[in-house]
């Protein structure tokens, strides 16, 4: 008997961390899915925590940084030939702490005007034209 479609669902989030009028966007490492496209920072969602306490942990683990989550600025579902995703983006600002490359290829603090610039995930591309949309 053949199987439906049992893709799971894997719940993300992301920070969209300002300083001034630019945002971080940080380079998937070469060993990954994705492999060298760029994305708002984040990671998954461990059992038990909200979206802004997954933010917060995944931002210490790979940026050396304490966020302060603010609100949700859009929410997107992504399907990747391997998976789906539920991607959260929330605004963020740095409380604690200098960005370090400790999971990343490279870390940039771009404007939206750049954008265009960087190769970005699919799933982080809606949110790329949100950004570009509100100027």
Not at 54 to 63: D, K, Q, Y
Not at 64 to 91: I, K, Q, R, S
Request: hydrophobic share 35%; glycine share 8%; charged share 30%.
């Amino acid at each position: 008997m053949e199987q439906g479609n049992t893709k799971r669902v894997l719940e993300v989030v992301a920070g969209l961390i300002r300083r001034g009028d630019r945002f971080l966007a940080c380079q998937r490492p070469a060993d990954k899915a994705r492999a060298l496209l760029w994305e708002f920072p984040g990671g998954k969602v461990e059992p038990g925590e909200s979206g802004p306490e997954a933010l917060i942990r995944e931002c210490r683990e790979e940026l050396g940084v304490t966020l302060c989550v603010g609100e949700a600025f859009m929410d997107v579902t992504h399907e990747y030939p391997e998976l789906t995703v539920h991607l959260t983006l929330y605004e963020s600002t740095i409380a604690e702490g200098k960005v370090q490359k400790l999971e990343h290829n490279d870390v940039r603090w771009i404007t939206v005007g750049e954008i265009d610039d960087y190769a970005f995930c699919p799933a982080d591309q809606v949110f790329c034209a949100e950004l570009k949309r509100r100027g």
